[in-house]
């Protein structure tokens, strides 16, 4: 089957980095997103990576292994809005997304 | 660019009534759009997706007759949820693909959906 794993809930300190995992096992990959969704909000799209490696983006870095099947989002300087929930989501063969749970980062002063 | 609008932004309604939700792509042509439910704490779940002029693809365990999508032009969806019952209440998404080739989508805000 198609899955998605990533922490559940994070906390980190305002000015400080985190980072959130993502692992997949999908049928094919055509690439990965990451999407932040505030509280009562639709996702809004974060990044998207599809070959190995680091994608930066401002305080926003996206990281890539297609062979260990991993993603990992990079968040920097730390600011109390980024506290949200971050989904991760990979595209299989069908171009079909397949949605992670998300993770709450919760951010502290 | 990109943007996506979605309405009602929330609906209350009684037990047994249908409500429709709009969902349109407002400066770009949409040929694919989807439609998902959100449980609180819950990731994402596709519903169906909709292509312009055709029937909606719908997932398994997602009742076609009683989640109605009509995908009539470029820029415009609609998700009727037909006979609402309390269970139905939750958080409807619709999203806009973007038509290229990673198939980014374009979110609307969102409809919360509260049945009496």
């Known amino acids: 089957g198609q899955n998605i794993d990533q922490p559940t809930e994070m906390t980190a300190t305002e000015g400080a980095i985190v980072q959130i995992n993502c692992t997949y096992q999908t049928s094919g990959f055509n690439g990965l997103f990451w999407y932040q969704q505030h509280a009562g909000e639709a996702p809004t799209f974060l990044s998207y990576?599809?070959l190995d490696g680091l994608e930066e983006k401002g305080r926003f870095s996206s990281f890539l292994s297609r062979s260990k099947g991993y993603s990992y989002l990079l968040l920097k300087e730390l600011q109390m809005k980024d506290s949200a929930s971050y989904l991760c989501a990979a595209l299989d063969s069908n171009y079909q997304l397949i949605w992670g749970a998300g993770t709450k980062l919760i951010i502290k002063p | 660019g990109a943007v996506v609008s979605q309405h009602p932004s929330w609906v209350i309604c009684k037990s047994g009534t249908s409500v429709k939700i709009e969902c349109r792509s407002l400066d770009f042509q949409a040929t694919t759009m989807f439609w998902y439910r959100q449980f609180p704490k819950q990731s994402l779940m596709l519903m169906a997706t909709?292509?312009?002029?055709?029937?909606?693809?719908?997932e398994q365990g997602v009742e076609k007759d009683k989640f109605l999508i009509n995908h009539a032009s470029l820029t415009l969806s609609t998700l009727t949820v037909t006979s609402a019952h309390p269970e139905d209440s939750s958080f409807y998404i619709c999203?806009?693909?973007?038509?290229?080739?990673?198939?980014?989508?374009?979110f609307g805000p969102g409809t919360r959906l509260t049945v009496l």
């Open positions: 999203s806009a693909g973007s038509g290229r080739a990673y198939n980014e989508q374009f």
């Open positions: 909709s292509n312009e002029g055709s029937k909606a693809t719908y």
């Open positions: 990576n599809v």
